[in-house]
């Protein structure tokens, strides 16, 4: 079983996105976003608790980013706001430790298919 990101799209700087991640059978996990840019390396985004009681961010998108985490939907979010250039990667959704998984890409879990976010004008 995997997880499974969606709604990405194309925006221009300053925009707003809300990716999804459906999060079932993963209760029991923490939930990371991570994001890979063209020709760069795997970075964290963010990531919640099992609960979603904590939440905790990267220093890239600090301040303009909210993960959010629907327990009885099964889902989890991550609302972006005034979205820049260099938020443009490929974001997917994976289970992790949070928040020391952020620093560790490479080491998540249960990675799904991973949903396009571009920024330009």
């Known amino acids: 079983v995997q997880l499974q990101a969606s709604g990405g799209g194309s925006v221009r700087p300053g925009g707003s996105l809300r990716l999804s991640c459906a999060a079932s059978?993963?209760?029991?996990?923490?939930i990371a976003w991570f994001r890979q840019a063209p020709g760069k390396q795997r970075e964290g985004v963010s990531c919640t608790t099992t609960d979603g009681g904590r939440t905790f961010y990267t220093d890239p998108v600090k301040g303009r980013f909210t993960i959010s985490r629907d327990l009885a939907k099964k889902m989890v979010y991550l609302q972006m706001n005034n979205l820049k250039p260099e938020d443009t990667a490929v974001y997917f959704c994976?289970?992790?430790?949070?928040?020391?998984?952020?620093?560790?890409?490479?080491?998540?879990?249960?990675w799904g298919q991973g949903t396009q976010v571009t920024v330009s004008s």
């Open positions: 059978g993963f209760e029991d996990y923490a």
């Open positions: 994976a289970t992790h430790v949070c928040p020391a998984g952020l620093e560790y890409p490479h080491s998540a879990a249960s």
